[in-house]
Nanobody, 123 residues
């Protein structure tokens, strides 16, 4: 498994941008797909974006497609989520998660999770 720590959350006005970072520890990070999930108050955790262990364009939820971009730097053991054109409905705790050699939207397939970072978008 890998250990994950998120950072970069905060308060932003609608239409603004934030970049979330996820720092991973573990020698085999390059063999893990990394995903971002989010959970709003009173709602279930939902998939936002994922990038496979080989990199590539990423997989996105329809609700964030065209606004969010996921990327990774295996040399630094880092994954990023660039969030643009933020909306109040993007307000949630954002979690970084890792799945070994499996790219999926299913949260149950991810074996490692960070502690989460709060993103609040004001209208």
């Amino acid at each position: 498994q890998v250990q994950l720590v998120e950072s970069g959350g905060g308060l932003v006005q609608a239409g603004g941008s934030l970049r979330l970072s996820c720092a991973a520890s573990g020698r085999t990070f390059s063999e893990y797909t990394t995903g971002w999930f989010r959970q709003a108050p009173g709602k279930e955790r939902e998939f936002a974006a994922a990038i496979s262990w080989t990199g590539g364009r990423g997989l996105y939820a329809d609700s964030v497609k065209g606004r969010f971009t996921i990327s990774r730097d295996n040399a630094k053991n880092m994954v990023y989520l660039q969030m643009n054109s933020l909306k109040p409905e993007d307000t949630a705790v954002y979690y970084c998660a890792a799945a070994w050699r499996l790219t999926t939207r299913r949260s149950t397939s991810y074996e490692s999770w960070g502690q989460g970072t709060q993103v609040t978008v004001s209208s």
